[in-house]
């Protein structure tokens, strides 16, 4: 065994999963009973992302179903294993979609949140009615109007949303968004929430590890966490 690997599982023992994941639950709960809604209201997706399969399979263990990933190649790597293993896990994908990737994104995950662009949604259905799958989709909203960050203008949801549902027979059943790391993020979420609205859309994935029970407070249906259950990824030192 190599000095970087041996470090690297080092590291892996000092992070509690099982203990993270009882206190996220704690709070998500907490935050939901202060806003007069149940916990089992709020689905929790533990976000995976270049983390190493062992921290993601010690939450499996605590009975996490649900669980978040940003890139296609790395979740390729990851789960047909574990799905092969824990058959009842709901994969959703949160990170930013390539039309020439569709084809794996259909194929491996359960829900994708990331949907932002007329050809994304178009080469989706088509992949979906390909394969026989007809995945959950949300809608993302880019509510900062951030130059640098994936999708669909709030200005242009409500057409968008349309458009995906009508034209395309996507299965839209929500709306994400991440809002800028120097605003408020109360009036993104509140923001979401209301266009949310005005098309019958019952769920909202908003909310990371540093702003979930804000995001909880404001109707948020899927919370995404990722370094409070399972710390910081240490990579190895190059």
């Known amino acids: 065994m190599g000095i970087e690997t041996m470090e690297l599982r080092e590291k892996d023992a000092d992070v509690n999963v099982a203990g993270n994941l009882q206190t996220v639950r704690a709070q998500i709960g907490a935050a939901a009973k202060a806003a007069g809604r149940a916990a089992g209201e709020v689905t929790l997706v533990a976000v995976g992302k270049v983390q190493p399969v062992e921290r993601v399979e010690a939450a499996l263990v605590e009975g996490q179903r649900v669980f978040g990933e940003n890139r296609i190649q790395e979740a390729q790597g990851k789960w047909p294993a574990l799905k092969q293993k824990y058959r009842d896990v709901a994969l959703h994908l949160i990170g930013p ?5 569709a084809a794996d994104a259909v194929a491996l995950f359960d829900v994708i949140e990331t949907v932002d662009r007329p050809k994304l949604a178009r080469v989706l259905a088509a992949e979906m009615e390909k394969q026989g799958r007809r995945l959950e ?13 994936a999708g669909v ?3 242009e ?6 458009t995906c549902r009508g034209a395309h027979g996507l299965n839209i059943t929500g709306l994400m968004c991440i809002p800028p790391v120097d605003e408020e993020p109360a009036l ?3 923001l979401l929430r209301e266009i949310a609205r005005r098309h019958g ?3 909202l994935s908003m909310g990371m590890s540093g702003d979930y029970e804000t995001a909880i407070e404001f109707g948020a249906t899927h919370v995404r966490v990722g370094t409070a259950i399972f710390g910081e990824r240490q990579k190895p030192a190059g």
């Open 97 to 101: 979609l390539q039309t020439n990737k």
């Open 201 to 203: 859309l019952k769920k």
């Open 137 to 149: 989709c949300f809608i993302q909203v880019n509510t900062g109007e951030e130059e640098q960050k």
């Open 153 to 155: 203008l709030p200005s």
């Open 157 to 162: 949801a409500d057409a968008f949303i349309e």
């Open 188 to 190: 993104h979420f509140a």
